[in-house]
Nanobody, 124 residues
């Protein structure tokens, strides 16, 4: 069965760093683009950052530009989200998503698989 399992969330002080992991199984990970989305209470799902199959191309949402990076290790079937200089407004549930097509941007309807999410809370 297809699974995307996020981990690494938790409580961090403003200005701190956190790294999330997304472990994939049940599909050919290296053939899928990956992305991270987040959702705050009462807010729409927001695209954070995406990466192509090989890891050579990325797309970054304006709200996290210069602070967050995405990477992937196809040998480990894992994608990562490195979050630096965290702000209270980064507080959200973070989801990883996989797309069997060619895009890795903000259109969530293109993503085939989703993880269950992990909570990130940034204290002010």
């Amino acid at each position: 069965q297809v699974q995307l399992v996020e981990s690494g969330g938790g409580l961090v002080q403003a200005g701190g760093s956190l790294r999330l992991s997304c472990a994939a199984s049940g599909f050919t990970f290296s053939s899928y683009t990956m992305a991270w989305f987040r959702q705050r209470p009462g807010k729409e799902r927001e695209f954070v950052i995406g990466i192509n199959q090989s890891g050579s191309g990325t797309a970054t949402g304006d709200s996290v530009k210069g602070r967050f990076t995405i990477s992937r290790d196809n040998a480990k079937n894992t994608a990562y989200l490195q979050m630096n200089s965290l702000k209270p407004e980064d507080t959200a549930v973070y989801y990883c998503a996989a797309n069997g097509g060619v895009t890795y941007g903000p259109d969530y309807k293109f993503y085939d698989y989703w993880g269950q999410g992990t909570q990130v809370t940034v204290a002010s």
